[in-house]
């Protein structure tokens, strides 16, 4: 019995191990300018100078929020 109970508090730990990684990635998407910048990329690689072009704001700030979404 004990052996079952062990399993079930492995299962337990790895789920809630998803939950932690698939909430970190929603904060992470969760800001306006993050959100725009997925986007922008879609399914195809695009340059900082292109993003910085479509979204509209500075190159700097488009590395911080890329080095966020990382």
Same mark, same amino acid.
């Given at each position: 019995? !004990? $052996? !079952? +109970? +062990?399993?079930? @508090?492995? +299962?337990?730990? *790895? %789920? @809630? =191990?998803?939950?932690?990684?698939?909430?970190?990635?929603? $904060?992470?998407?969760?800001?306006?300018?993050?959100?725009?910048?997925l986007?922008?990329?879609? %399914? %195809? *690689?695009?340059?900082? &100078? @292109?993003?910085? %072009? !479509?979204?509209?704001? =500075? &190159?700097?700030?488009?590395? !911080?929020?890329l080095?966020?979404?990382?």
């Open positions: 019995m !004990q $052996k !079952q +109970e +062990e399993i079930s @508090d492995l +299962e337990l730990l *790895e %789920e @809630d =191990s998803d939950f932690n990684r698939a909430s970190r990635a929603l $904060k992470a998407m969760s800001h306006p300018l993050r959100l725009k910048i986007c922008t990329l879609g %399914e %195809e *690689e695009v340059s900082v &100078q @292109d993003i910085v %072009e !479509q979204v509209g704001t =500075s &190159q700097s700030n488009i590395s !911080q929020h080095a966020i979404l990382r």
